[in-house]
C-alpha cells in the first residue's frame, strides 16, 4: 500500500520539481533583466550604437569626418583661386598655351576629387570593420544571455513580424557587453600586437 502511493506521488513530485527548477531559472533571468523564453530578439544597430564600443567608434569617425571636410574646404579653397587665375590667363594667352594648362587644372581637380572619394571609403569600410569585431567581442556575452534564458535563438529584431517588448534583450545586452569590453580600445589594441 505504501509502495503504491509512493508510485502514485512520484508522477506529482517530478512535475513540482520540474516546476521549482523553471520557477527558479526564471526568477534568476528576470533578476538579471532578460526575459525567460526560446527565442529572443535584438535591435543589432541599437545595440552597436548604445554600447560603449559602439559610441567610441563613432566619436571617432566623426572627428575623422570632420578632418576630412576641413581638408575638401582648403582644398577646395585652392582649386577655386586657381581656377580664377587660370580665367584671367585665358584672356592673356592663344587656345594653345590654354588647353594644356586648362588640361592640366582639370586632371588636379579630378586627382583631389578620387582623393577625397578614397578616404571617404576608408571611413566608411573603417565602420563596418568595427562592426564585425564588436560583434566577435560581443559573442560570447550573447551566448551566456542565450544560455541562462534558455533561449534557443537570437533573432534580429527589425526582422520579427510581430514579438512582445519583452523578448527583446537589447538594453541587457549592451550592460553586459559594456561590463565585459567596454569600449573595446583596449582589446583592440591587443589584437593589433
Not at 581656377?83 to 582639370?106: M, W
Not at 576629387?113 to 556575452?141: C, D, G, H, T, Y
Not at 510581430?162 to 569600449?183: E, F, Q
Request: glycine share 6%.
Amino acid at each position: 500500500m505504501i509502495g503504491g502511493l509512493m508510485n502514485r506521488m512520484q508522477g506529482p513530485i517530478r512535475a513540482l520539481c520540474v516546476f521549482l527548477t523553471l520557477g527558479l531559472a526564471t526568477a534568476e533571468a528576470q533578476q538579471l533583466g532578460v526575459p525567460q523564453t526560446g527565442v529572443l530578439t535584438i535591435s543589432g544597430e541599437r545595440l552597436f550604437s548604445g554600447s560603449a564600443y559602439g559610441q567610441r567608434v563613432f566619436r571617432e569617425i566623426e572627428a575623422e569626418s570632420t578632418i576630412l571636410a576641413q581638408e575638401n574646404e582648403r582644398i577646395v579653397s585652392a582649386l577655386s583661386k586657381e581656377e580664377k587665375d587660370l580665367t584671367e590667363q585665358r584672356a592673356e594667352l592663344t587656345p594653345e598655351e590654354f588647353r594644356p594648362l586648362a588640361e592640366a587644372f582639370d586632371d588636379k581637380v579630378q586627382s583631389h576629387r578620387e582623393s577625397q572619394r578614397a578616404k571617404l571609403e576608408v571611413l566608411a569600410r573603417r565602420s563596418e570593420e568595427a562592426r564585425v569585431i564588436f560583434i566577435e567581442m560581443a559573442q560570447p556575452v550573447l551566448i551566456e544571455l542565450m544560455r541562462e534564458t534558455g533561449a534557443s535563438m537570437i533573432i534580429e529584431r527589425s526582422s520579427v513580424f510581430l514579438s512582445s517588448d519583452a523578448s527583446d534583450i537589447t538594453d541587457a545586452a549592451i550592460a553586459r557587453i559594456d561590463a565585459v569590453i567596454g569600449d573595446g580600445l583596449a582589446l583592440e589594441e591587443g589584437r593589433e600586437e
